[in-house]
Structures are given as structure tokens and as C-alpha cells.
């Protein structure tokens, strides 16, 4: 009788003991049916007690639930969550939602990183604490994979088999199961490209339409309009819970209950101006992501950073660990020769080394770093001294661009303003209009100001306006609309400002763009943004935006002063531009034609290249005075400015030297000296 029977049952006794365990766990999950009836009962009013503890109700079997789900109340029993903190709100409105009799499956609308998922945790936390009505106390909070449940299912009908299990198992659980499904767009359309005739969502709709199934769905406002508002079915399953971004005083409060975490994580300690940063810096300089989670990425990439540079002071901590054990046996050998003056001696110096902080500890500082590193903006120079450099911006810019001081100053003072708060949140930090002649110095102001403001001339974004003279060439500025060729590819001014948002925006030839080029400028100008093909808005409230045309040359380049000259080229510019995109400028800048004085100027800062490459070979390079004026004279045209300089530098100054080095005749440590003789610029090395 002990062996097997039919080759499908263990033995006897195994076969009775089975049996008998599932009578007693029958009789078991009875009372516990019995006593939660008798406590209704007595209870009608369904109000709740204390809040206390909550015990796990006695737990149905899920397997398949447990092998594709996330017990998020077992992860919040065990300590594992993070706090959740600032979203009481939202949780007692997810609450709310559970709560109903029907529709009673909350869906967590929000932008991405803003804490949808934290909220889920809270709600987690709060069902481990006691703190939930009645009806959910005890209730699994489980996180649902659906990409791991589509992973793996190479034929037809395995996905459906798989999610109808899960749906099962969760429907027979009586309510004891709250299901969390992150992204849960992607139900629409999940396991139908497997092979399966049916997709997620059309799996779970009866088991919502009937109330045996409680689902809490997340996701951003850009997928429930593109996916889940397109199904009107799913959509009146869900009732949507807002969730804002929260400010920059709620994202600090966030942060301060996160902080103990992650400094147990880094073992670091972080300061509150670190944590007052991570949050401001975040939320001005990584403006295309949201807080909390921008804040809380910042500051653990700071944290990071921190504990990997003090790993090589580690070995230092423990050499003052030995020195303070050895002072330590000094002091006890001083106690007992009665030495009491050398022994409070050694007592200090033991106070003073015990007092050094063994952590490292996160300062603002560290947060501008990070952020320096992960966007390219000279964040830390900025903190530590922006006031400084603005207000010395006027001669930063003046080395490079000469013979304008008019030019530089009105934009030094718009900067100023901008940076100072006093213009507009929601436009442009600085917007320009540079007008006058070709070749006098618009173009290299706007690369100068990309310099001393971003820290580097690449910040420049310079767009040629002549390129977009006709109507279709807008799809190249935002992109294509949708349905035409080209949908897929970004446009060339949306790209760049998601890029680099702190940059400088320079608009080359702008009277000779089309008509309705100028209107999306018009929309950068007013409102600070720009919106593409697809929809998407980039920010444009960080960056200069300087628009340049020779409208006014003529009168310019008379010779007058430009402040005489200024109302005939406002006018002139009114006629040729749309005048709301005049009016939309902080600035019309006039740039003046350039003197001889000037040009000899500028010829000297363009000698600066060669003279550094011939440096580098040992060789210094001396000119005249009567040779920069002739060099100036030579490469000046009054129609081009001081743009032939360039080449007559390398003609006249260039090609011999390159002659007299491949000669031999310019060695280390030899000079050359230019000069004019007989009507030409001559070399001669000493």
C-alpha cells in the first residue's frame, strides 16, 4: 500500500496528510470569513479604528501574480520604500477612488518624474500602517511587469494565457489585491504583435467592468491622449488623479526626507545649501525634466561624485584613526607617571583629531559641479561670481569687438537686466536686433557674448536666414508636420535649444527670411518657447536670441554719429521687417562704420593667431605701427568692413613667414621683424 498507486499519486500516508491539510485550511479561512462578518456586524457604520499596523490578510495563492508582480506592501513591510513625502493629496484621492463602489480605479495622470510612482508607495505604506479605510486594510499592493510578461512568448495565445492567469488569480483573491500597472498605456496593444488576436487591454476590461479587478494606472498626459482617450471603453474604466509638478520649496522638503537615505547610500553627509541647490540648480538649468525627480538625480549624481573623490582620503581617515590610538597610550603612560600637563596636552590634540568630520560632506559647490559636468554650463563660476562678471561684461566684450562701445554697452546693460530679474520669466534672457553694414563687428559681438556668458564660443547657434526664404523651408526650422516627408527628422532650431538651452541664438540675414519664418520668431520673442511639428515645446527663456541685417547700412556708413542716424534706421526697419518683430526685441542695436583707428586695432587682435604659432616655435613676431596701418589700409573695403583682413593677413603676413621657416632662416629663439618698404610689408629675422 506504500507504493505508488497508478503511477500518477505519492504514497498513502502522503495522500491522507494532503487531504488533511487542506480540510484544516478550509476550516481556517472560514472563521477568518466569519470573524471579519461578525466585526461588520457590530460595526455598521463601517468607520474606522486607530489607526494601527495593519496585518496581511490571510494570503490567497498567486503564483503567477508573484512571478510577474511586485509585492510593493511586502517591499514597504520590510523598510524598502523610500518616504513619501508632499503627496498626502494625491494619496488620500487614490484612496478616495479605491474606495468607491465603482469606478473605482484611480489613473495617475502626470508628467514623467514627478512621483506617480511614489504616490503607489505611499499608498503602500499607508496599507502596512493601518492608516486606509476598512475595506483596504491588509490588501497587496502589487506592481505588475508587463513587459515581463510579454517577454518569452514566441506562439500564439501564450501572452493571452499568461495575463488571463494573472486576472484570474487576482479576481479569485476577492479584493485582496490591488494591482499597479506603471506606463499603463501599454496595455493598449500589448501581446498583439506576439501573434495573439487580443491585446492587454481587451483582456482586462471585463474583469473592470464587473469590479472584480482593482487596477491603479500611471502615466504621462502625453500617452492617455495618445492611447488611452483614443479608447473611449478603457477610458471610462479609469478615474484620472492629476499630479502636478510640485514647486521648488516642496521639491527641498522632498529632498531633506530623502537625505538621510542617500547619505547612508553615499556615506556622505549632505549639507542643506546642497540641498537647497540640487533643487533651485535643477529646476533653472535642466529645464527639459521635472522635479522631484531632476532634483533627487542631481543631488545622488552629486553625492556620487563626492564619495569617489574622497576614496583616496580613505587611507588618510585611517592614519588619523592609528594616530589618535597612539596618542591615546601616550596619554594613559603620562596619567601614570602622574605627568598631568602632558597628559591634558595629548587629551586636546586626541579632541582635535576625533573632531575632524570622517565624512565627506556635499556642499552647493558639489551641486554646481554636477550640474557643470552634466550640461556644459559653467554653473560653478556662475554661482560663485556671476554679479562680478556681469557687471564687468561691458569690457569683457570690448577686447574682442572694437570700434562699437555703443553696441557693447546697450547689451551689456539688457544682459544685466535680464539676469538681474527684472525683465520678463517667460522671455528670452536677452533678445537683440544688430543692424548696420557687413564685415563691422555683429557677428563676432554675438560669438564674444556666447563666450563670456556660456563659457564657450560652440554655445553659438547660427542660423543662416537665407537659407529659409521660402515658405516649405519652416519644416527645416520645427520640422515637418505630420503625414509629410521628413515627420521623423527634428528641426534645426527645436533641436538645438533642447541641446544646448543656455545658448546664444544667432539669426544671420534675418530680412530675407519668408514671412512666415518670422512668425514662429515672433512666438520664440513673446512667449519665451518654441513649439515643434510633433507638439513639443522648447525652452527658450535661458537663451540670447540676436536677430542681424544690414538694414540701415546706408545711412551708417555716412559718417555721422549713430545717435543722429538712429530714427532713419528704426524707420527703414519697420519698413522692411514686420514691425511686432521690432517692437519684440529688448534692443534695436546700430553698429557704426568702422575708423582706420579701428581697423588698425583689428589688426593687431588678428595677428594674435600667427603670432601664437610662430610661438610655439620659438619665434617671436614684431610689427610696426606703419605696418598694422598698412595692413589695415590694404585689407579694408568700405562694402566689406574689416571681413578682408583675414586674407590679406595670410597673403602679406602668412605665406613669407611660412616661405622663411621652410627655409631655416627662422630658428628657436630667433625674432622677425615686419615693416614697410617701398610700398611693401618686409621680414627680417634678428
Known amino acids: 500500500m506504500s507504493q505508488p498507486f497508478g503511477g500518477g499519486f505519492g504514497p498513502l500516508e502522503e495522500l491522507v496528510g494532503g487531504l488533511l491539510r487542506t480540510f484544516e485550511q478550509s476550516l481556517t479561512d472560514d472563521r477568518v470569513g466569519r470573524d471579519r462578518d461578525d466585526r461588520d456586524r457590530d460595526d455598521p457604520g463601517g468607520g474606522p479604528a486607530a489607526p494601527r499596523p495593519a496585518p496581511p490578510r490571510p494570503r490567497a495563492r498567486t503564483p503567477r501574480l508573484d512571478r510577474y508582480g511586485r509585492d510593493l506592501t511586502d517591499a514597504a513591510r520590510r523598510g524598502l520604500l523610500d518616504p513619501v513625502i508632499g503627496r498626502e493629496d494625491e494619496v488620500d484621492q487614490v484612496l478616495e477612488v479605491l474606495g468607491r463602489r465603482t469606478k473605482n480605479n484611480p489613473l495617475l495622470v502626470g508628467d514623467p518624474g514627478v512621483g506617480k510612482t511614489a504616490i503607489v508607495e505611499g499608498i503602500a505604506q499607508r496599507v502596512v500602517e493601518g492608516r486606509v479605510p476598512p475595506a483596504l486594510r491588509g490588501v497587496r499592493v502589487v506592481a505588475l511587469d508587463l513587459a515581463g510578461m510579454v517577454a518569452g512568448t514566441k506562439y500564439r495565445g501564450d501572452f493571452e494565457a499568461r495575463i488571463t492567469a494573472v486576472v484570474d488569480e487576482v479576481v479569485a483573491a476577492q479584493r485582496s489585491v490591488v494591482l499597479f500597472v506603471d506606463e499603463v498605456h501599454a496595455v493598449v496593444g500589448a501581446g498583439s504583435a506576439e501573434g495573439g488576436a487580443l491585446d492587454a487591454a481587451t483582456i482586462l476590461k471585463p474583469a473592470l467592468a464587473r469590479g472584480d479587478l482593482q487596477l491603479i494606472g500611471a502615466t504621462t498626459v502625453e500617452d492617455h491622449r495618445k492611447h488611452i482617450a483614443r479608447d473611449p471603453a478603457l477610458e471610462r474604466r479609469f478615474e484620472p488623479v492629476r499630479v502636478a509638478e510640485p514647486t521648488v520649496e516642496q521639491t527641498v522638503e522632498i529632498l531633506r526626507g530623502l537625505r538621510e537615505r542617500y547619505e547612508r547610500h553615499h556615506d556622505v553627509t549632505i549639507g542643506d545649501d546642497a540641498v537647497e541647490a540640487a533643487a533651485r540648480m535643477s529646476a533653472r538649468y535642466v529645464p527639459d525634466r521635472f522635479l522631484p525627480d531632476k532634483a533627487v538625480d542631481l543631488l545622488d549624481r552629486a553625492a556620487a561624485r563626492a564619495r569617489l573623490r574622497s576614496a583616496d582620503d580613505d587611507r588618510d581617515e585611517d592614519d588619523v584613526l592609528r594616530r589618535i590610538a597612539q596618542l591615546a597610550r601616550a596619554r594613559d603612560v603620562a596619567v601614570d607617571a602622574e605627568d598631568y600637563e602632558r597628559a591634558e596636552e595629548l587629551t586636546k590634540e586626541i579632541g582635535r583629531l576625533s573632531a575632524v568630520e570622517p565624512r565627506p560632506v556635499l556642499t552647493a559647490d558639489d551641486v554646481a559641479a554636477a550640474v557643470a559636468r552634466s550640461t556644459g554650463i559653467p554653473t560653478a563660476r556662475l554661482?560663485?561670481?556671476?554679479?562680478?562678471?556681469?557687471?564687468?561684461?561691458?569690457?569683457?566684450?570690448?577686447?574682442?569687438?572694437?570700434?562699437?562701445?555703443?553696441?557693447?554697452?546697450?547689451?551689456?546693460?539688457?544682459?544685466?537686466?535680464?539676469?538681474?530679474?527684472?525683465?520678463?520669466?517667460?522671455?528670452?534672457?536677452?533678445?537683440?536686433?544688430?543692424?548696420?553694414?557687413?564685415?563691422?563687428?555683429?557677428?563676432?559681438?554675438?560669438?564674444?557674448?556666447?563666450?563670456?556668458?556660456?563659457?564657450?564660443?560652440?554655445?553659438?547657434?547660427?542660423?543662416?536666414?537665407?537659407?529659409?526664404?521660402?515658405?516649405?523651408?519652416?519644416?527645416?526650422?520645427?520640422?515637418?508636420?505630420?503625414?509629410?516627408?521628413?515627420?521623423?527628422?527634428?528641426?534645426?532650431?527645436?533641436?538645438?535649444?533642447?541641446?544646448?538651452?543656455?545658448?546664444?541664438?544667432?539669426?544671420?540675414?534675418?530680412?530675407?527670411?519668408?514671412?512666415?519664418?518670422?512668425?514662429?520668431?515672433?512666438?520664440?520673442?513673446?512667449?519665451?518657447?518654441?513649439?515643434?511639428?510633433?507638439?513639443?515645446?522648447?525652452?527658450?527663456?535661458?537663451?540670447?536670441?540676436?536677430?542681424?541685417?544690414?538694414?540701415?547700412?546706408?545711412?551708417?556708413?555716412?559718417?555721422?554719429?549713430?545717435?543722429?542716424?538712429?530714427?532713419?534706421?528704426?524707420?527703414?526697419?519697420?519698413?522692411?521687417?514686420?514691425?511686432?518683430?521690432?517692437?519684440?526685441?529688448?534692443?534695436?542695436?546700430?553698429?557704426?562704420?568702422?575708423?582706420?583707428?579701428?581697423?588698425?586695432?583689428?589688426?593687431?587682435?588678428?595677428?594674435?593667431?600667427?603670432?601664437?604659432?610662430?610661438?610655439?616655435?620659438?619665434?617671436?613676431?614684431?610689427?610696426?605701427?606703419?605696418?598694422?596701418?598698412?595692413?589695415?589700409?590694404?585689407?579694408?573695403?568700405?562694402?566689406?568692413?574689416?571681413?578682408?583682413?583675414?586674407?590679406?593677413?595670410?597673403?602679406?603676413?602668412?605665406?613669407?613667414?611660412?616661405?622663411?621657416?621652410?627655409?631655416?632662416?627662422?630658428?628657436?629663439?630667433?625674432?622677425?621683424?615686419?615693416?614697410?618698404?617701398?610700398?611693401?610689408?618686409?621680414?627680417?629675422?634678428?
Open 383 to 686: 554661482q560663485a561670481g556671476e554679479a562680478a562678471a556681469l557687471l564687468d561684461l561691458d569690457a569683457r566684450l570690448a577686447r574682442r569687438v572694437v570700434g562699437q562701445d555703443e553696441a557693447v554697452a546697450a547689451v551689456a546693460d539688457a544682459v544685466r537686466r535680464s539676469r538681474a530679474g527684472l525683465a520678463g520669466p517667460d522671455r528670452p534672457a536677452g533678445s537683440f536686433l544688430f543692424l548696420g553694414p557687413t564685415g563691422v563687428g555683429k557677428t563676432e559681438l554675438a560669438r564674444t557674448l556666447a563666450e563670456a556668458l556660456f563659457g564657450s564660443e560652440d554655445r553659438l547657434v547660427r542660423l543662416d536666414m537665407s537659407e529659409y526664404g521660402d515658405r516649405s523651408s519652416l519644416t527645416r526650422l520645427v520640422g515637418a508636420p505630420p503625414g509629410y516627408v521628413g515627420y521623423d527628422d527634428a528641426g534645426q532650431l527645436t533641436e538645438a535649444l533642447r541641446r544646448h538651452p543656455y545658448s546664444v541664438l544667432l539669426f544671420d540675414e534675418v530680412d530675407k527670411a519668408h514671412p512666415d519664418v518670422l512668425a514662429v520668431l515672433l512666438q520664440l520673442l513673446d512667449a519665451g518657447r518654441i513649439t515643434d511639428a510633433r507638439g513639443r515645446t522648447a525652452d527658450v527663456s535661458h537663451a540670447v536670441v540676436i536677430l542681424t541685417s544690414n538694414i540701415g547700412a546706408g545711412s551708417l556708413q555716412t559718417g555721422r554719429p549713430v545717435d543722429d542716424v538712429r530714427e532713419e534706421v528704426l524707420i527703414e526697419a519697420r519698413l522692411r521687417l514686420r514691425p511686432e518683430l521690432v517692437g519684440r526685441v529688448d534692443e534695436v542695436v546700430p553698429f557704426a562704420a568702422l575708423t582706420a583707428a579701428d581697423l588698425t586695432r583689428i589688426t593687431g587682435l588678428l595677428l594674435g593667431a600667427t603670432r601664437e604659432r610662430l610661438r610655439e616655435r620659438g619665434v617671436e613676431l614684431e610689427l610696426s605701427d606703419a605696418a598694422l596701418a598698412w595692413l589695415a589700409d590694404r585689407g579694408h573695403r568700405p562694402e566689406l568692413g574689416a571681413r578682408p583682413l583675414r586674407r590679406t593677413i595670410a597673403r602679406e603676413v602668412d605665406r613669407p613667414l611660412a616661405r622663411m621657416l621652410l627655409a631655416g632662416e627662422l630658428r628657436a629663439g630667433a625674432t622677425v621683424r615686419g615693416d614697410v618698404r617701398d610700398g611693401a610689408l618686409e621680414f627680417v629675422a634678428v
